[in-house]
């Protein structure tokens, strides 16, 4: 079985693909942490946000229907605030849709809530849509992310579609024998399936780990090739920070 | 006739084997290997091969004695026997950790603290030689059975290894493919040992079969007898 539901498009062939992952990385985190920590009524420095994305997304050729399903992660959260904050917030000016009391400021908090999310997402997705997560998570160890965490991001990369392969067939195995998961002492069924599946990863780590070994594994991953950043990486990361910043301080200059 | 000691690339004394679990693997194992030797070495599920493989670098050790060219295994001399024994295990998905294939196949010469330019020749040289060049910046979950098993022979020549030690090699392939990597195999010039249930595979490029059977030797010489041997092959789950 094929999967890449983790890096799907990070192959093609695009001039934000062809950059090097720590200037992405940089550039997307920047236009982050300038989105999440605006105030939510400086409409402009979103607009800022939202074109940055915008022009990078275009410019990376994923497809736009790609973009917006992987987006849609996001929507739950929006709506559990749009469902309760607008009527339950207290104080502040208030409006009346039909039988219900609005309130300007819950309003706000939704927008301040779905603006920052949307964007910040958008970013990650075009992070892990243009970058191989290979890449990825050597660009992470470049700059000095702990390599404990690119260490384990690396390894689930390589077997998560493994176990999904695993659990795939076994629930193959589990449905040919007419299993419908009905009933409530089946789920007993689908705990021992679980249980199956971790001894199983466990036994598979036990012999990776016999394989690295051989090939005389000490506890440390050695560094290997070392890529310089070139000029459209700059080129890149300086251009979409300083948007990003531009964005943040533009409540100043209005 | 008694080889010379230079000549002999693994010796194996009174090697016996109880895993955690209380499981007797092995029992009492006495083998020698000549350098440039191949050897087939069969036997049912659970007989002690794969186990008496990890013996062969280190992974495991049991009470007794491993030789690998005339080093004793031991704590202290892993690094230098990893790199004589080249291990190839069974599934491919174990064997291919890395997110692309260059990553694993350079694995090996990063832990031997290679310069980069050797590790990027050795990288080169060890997927020419089973035929995936070109492939360097594909990632394991995207290729083949038949690929991933070439790559995973990659990984370890790409030490150098004097001493292959393959376990079921063709095991799962297609048919085509199975003879494809039995040439391959069949043309690396060092020491081989092959664990296998491929009677035809011990045939074609193995002069010596070794049978185990409930961690015991019960039978070892030329690979033609010991085939031909319908009582002993039965007897040892192999037909």
Sequence with gaps: ?254 | MIPLAQEIAVRVDDLSYRYPDGHQALIGIDLVVRRGESVAIMGPNGAGKSTLMLHLNGILQGDGRVEILGTEVNKKNLGRVRETVGLVFQDPDDQLFSPTVREDVAFGPLNQRLSPELVNQSVERALEWVGMEGSENRSPHHMSFGEKKRVSLATVLSMGPEILVLDEPVANLDPRGRRELIELIGSFDVTKLIVTHDLEMARDICGRAVIIDRGRIVADGRVGPILGDVALLSRSGLI
């Design chain 1, 1 to 254: 079985m094929r999967h890449d539901f983790i890096d799907r498009y990070s192959r093609l062939d695009s001039p934000v693909h062809g950059l090097d992952a720590r200037a992405k990385a940089l550039a997307f985190f920047a236009v982050i942490i300038a989105c999440v920590t605006t105030p939510p009524g400086d409409w402009w420095a979103f607009a800022i946000y939202a074109g940055l994305v915008v022009v990078v997304a275009t410019a990376s050729q994923v497809p736009l229907k790609y973009l917006l399903t992987r987006m849609l992660v996001v929507l739950p959260f929006i709506v559990v605030v749009a469902v309760f904050v607008p009527f339950m917030h207290k104080g502040g000016p208030t409006f009346d849709l039909g039988p219900l009391t609005v309130s300007r400021d819950g309003l706000l908090i939704v927008w301040n809530v779905a603006v920052k999310s949307v964007i910040s997402v958008a970013c990650l997705i075009l992070l892990s849509s243009t970058t191989q997560f290979s890449d990825l998570m050597h660009g992470f160890e470049r700059l000095h992310v702990p390599s404990f965490f690119t260490t384990v991001g690396a390894f689930m990369y390589r077997y998560i579609f493994i176990i999904v392969d695993e659990a795939e067939r076994m629930k193959r195995a589990r449905d040919s024998r007419n299993f419908r998961g009905r009933w409530l002492w089946q789920a007993g069924v689908v705990g021992r399936m679980i249980a199956t599946l971790f001894l199983r990863s466990q036994e598979r780590a036990e012999r990776v780990y016999n394989a690295m070994s051989a090939r005389g594994f000490d506890g440390t991953f050695p560094r290997w090739t070392e890529t310089r950043l070139r000029w459209p990486d700059y080129a890149f990361m300086s251009g979409v920070i300083l948007t990003a910043l531009a964005g943040r301080l533009v409540i100043f200059w209005t």
